[in-house]
């Protein structure tokens, strides 16, 4: 009998933590070439987690890891600050579900609002979803877009017990636009129904940070920093995500240790016992390096749906670079996509079987069906069964057709195993980064979008101000003219703006290019 599998099939029995590597096709060939890459990953794992400098430009280290293992910290007031914090976090969840932190009513809290965008809000919205559950003792809403009918949504399903709402906003830096603005609609939110929203209003961000002055300027319930060192896609296990999980009902110390446990992994010198290592050599063998490549992150598990959503940001915003370490031109990047399974198996797995070879496939794999017993729902199985069953059935399908798969495997769906997948990935993301000589702690090009906008607020207020003095309505092409600026943008400026200002309207043309803006 073929024995061959036992050898790609990576297993910790003290954590439960499962790997199969059996359709990634890492032989001994491209092993040995992979040597030195091996090595200077996991060097510059032991570099980071050291509290070496890993973003040059801000003289910034990276330490997520050392939020789940504290003595880890390179010194002992940062050591202190970690466990502080944890303190904190563990106290006011406390405090807030026996009723010792109130409402400006006197009210017991019983809902949590959370303002924040990108890292402030995928990681805790992930793990909710991922945990939650009926019986949790404070439910979680987020603000995590400067959408207004997005946030109108939010603000129709918490009003009813608005009193017993306390929001959390997150923000590092404390001048996020996006997270600002949700702040102030939240603000005026609280205001309009006759409620002071300080006393409502607690707040994550770094010491002295424009949004920290704030809340110690106002009166806030309660402050929780944030520090330079840990990245907004790697916040989750900070106050960021430790908070409004806290106040939800998870088992922070849980979700902590898993990833702890699963870090300890990832520092195993042999291959064959590091799962992050596997997952991060794995991704070189079907990259080659090089960017173009799609991962499929399939969790067969309802639970998991907003996993892929969550790894974009960790995975694309990591290694998406422009330029390697010297500086060299190299568009690096690893894309992400994917829901749930079975579900996938009707949308987009036949292009993954048959459609271009420029994707390949994680399976997460949850053993455990549910609490208590299932029913037999047909061939003698349970739904349980077909949906592995659909698993399996895909992996196989797609290896016989020269797709390449990774599968992991957790026993159950717990705060402990919600820890270890995120940080396998964490750790899985800095050592392909080290294989492939990016820096993956620097994102320059977040920023060239937010810069571009607040130049367009700009031309849009200039628009209006222009719109709301002339006596007569103008093109875009007359306006841009007026004010110096490309007629595109001013046609979209004003698209939008005179669908929302009340005092500003659109006359339709045709070509729509025609179009005349001006007062009602």
């Keep these: 009998m073929d024995q061959g599998w036992k050898k790609t099939l990576f297993y910790a029995p003290q954590t439960g933590l499962m790997a199969d590597w059996s359709g990634m096709d890492l032989n001994e060939g491209f092993l040995d070439l992979m040597r030195p890459k091996i090595a200077a990953a996991l060097s510059g794992l032991k570099d980071l987690e050291a509290g070496a400098i890993a973003n040059p430009d801000e003289g910034r280290m990276v330490g997520h890891y050392w939020l789940r293992a504290p003595e880890l910290a390179p010194t002992a007031e940062l050591r202190q600050a970690i466990e502080d914090c944890v303190s904190a976090v563990?106290?006011?969840?406390?405090?807030?579900?026996?009723?010792?932190?109130?409402?400006e009513r006197g009210d017991v809290f019983r809902h949590v609002l959370v303002g924040g965008i990108?890292?402030?809000?995928?990681?805790?919205?992930?793990?909710?979803?991922?945990?939650?559950?009926?019986?949790?003792?404070?439910?979680?809403?987020?603000?995590?877009?400067?959408?207004?009918?997005?946030?109108?949504?939010?603000?129709?399903?918490?009003?009813?017990?608005?009193?017993?709402?306390?929001?959390?906003?997150?923000?590092?830096?404390?001048?996020?636009?996006?997270?600002?603005?949700?702040?102030?609609?939240?603000?005026?939110?609280?205001?309009?129904?006759?409620?002071?929203?300080?006393?409502?209003?607690?707040?994550?961000?770094?010491?002295?940070?424009?949004?920290?002055?704030?809340?110690?300027?106002?009166g806030w319930i309660e402050r929780f920093p944030m520090w330079d060192w840990v990245g907004g896609r790697t916040s989750v296990m900070s106050a960021v995500g430790l908070l409004p999980l806290a106040l939800k009902g998870v088992e922070i110390d849980r979700f902590l240790a898993g990833a702890a446990a699963?870090?300890?992994?990832?520092?195993?010198?042999?291959?064959?016992?590091?799962?992050?290592?596997?997952?991060?050599?794995?991704?070189y063998r079907c990259s080659g390096g090089q960017g173009g490549v799609t991962q499929v992150v399939l969790p067969y598990k309802d639970a998991l749906a907003l996993f892929a959503k969550y790894l974009q940001q960790l995975v694309m915003e990591s290694l998406g670079k422009e330029f390697d370490l010297a500086g060299r031109e190299v568009h690096q990047g690893l894309a992400v996509m994917g829901n749930k399974g079975s579900s996938d198996q009707h949308s987009y797995v036949q292009q993954l079987v048959a459609g271009p070879e420029n994707v390949?496939?994680?399976?997460?794999?949850?053993?455990?069906?549910?609490?208590?017993?299932?029913?037999?729902?047909?061939?003698?199985?349970?739904?349980?069964?077909?949906?592995?069953a659909f698993l399996l059935g895909t992996k196989k399908a797609l290896e016989e057709h020269g797709r390449r798969t990774f599968l992991i495997t957790v026993p159950e769906l717990s705060a402990y195993h919600v820890g270890q997948l995120i940080a396998l990935?964490?750790?899985?993301?800095?050592?392909?980064?080290?294989?492939?000589?990016?820096?993956?702690?620097?994102?320059?090009?977040?920023?060239?979008?937010?810069?571009?906008?607040?130049?367009?607020?700009?031309?849009?207020?200039?628009?209006?101000?222009?719109?709301?003095?002339?006596?007569?309505?103008?093109?875009?092409?007359?306006?841009?003219?007026?004010?110096?600026?490309?007629?595109?943008?001013?046609?979209?400026l004003m698209l939008h703006l005179c669908s929302n200002d009340p005092r500003l309207c659109v006359s339709w043309k045709q070509p729509a290019a025609e179009s005349r803006f001006g007062r009602k």
């Design 262 to 283: 699963c870090d300890r992994l990832g520092r195993a010198e042999t291959l064959a016992e590091n799962p992050a290592l596997l997952l991060a050599l794995s991704w």
């Design 425 to 492: 990935f964490e750790r899985a993301v800095s050592m392909y980064a080290v294989m492939i000589g990016i820096n993956a702690y620097h994102q320059p090009a977040v920023e060239f979008g937010k810069k571009a906008a607040g130049g367009l607020i700009d031309l849009k207020n200039r628009a209006a101000e222009l719109l709301l003095a002339a006596d007569h309505a103008m093109t875009a092409a007359e306006l841009a003219e007026a004010l110096g600026a490309p007629a595109d943008d001013v046609f979209r």
């Design 360 to 388: 390949f496939v994680t399976f997460v794999q949850v053993l455990k069906d549910r609490e208590g017993p299932s029913p037999c729902v047909g061939e003698g199985s349970s739904s349980g069964d077909y949906l592995n």
């Design 118 to 218: 990108g890292g402030s809000s995928l990681g805790p919205l992930f793990v909710a979803d991922a945990l939650g559950s009926p019986e949790d003792p404070m439910d979680l809403f987020f603000l995590d877009n400067t959408d207004p009918a997005g946030m109108d949504r939010v603000f129709a399903a918490v009003r009813p017990d608005l009193d017993a709402t306390l929001t959390i906003i997150i923000s590092k830096s404390g001048g996020t636009i996006e997270t600002r603005n949700c702040m102030v609609e939240a603000r005026a939110f609280y205001e309009a129904n006759g409620l002071d929203f300080a006393r409502h209003a607690v707040c994550v961000s770094g010491s002295g940070s424009k949004l920290d002055a704030t809340a110690e300027r106002e």
């Design 90 to 103: 563990r106290r006011f969840a406390a405090d807030v579900h026996e009723g010792r932190v109130r409402t």
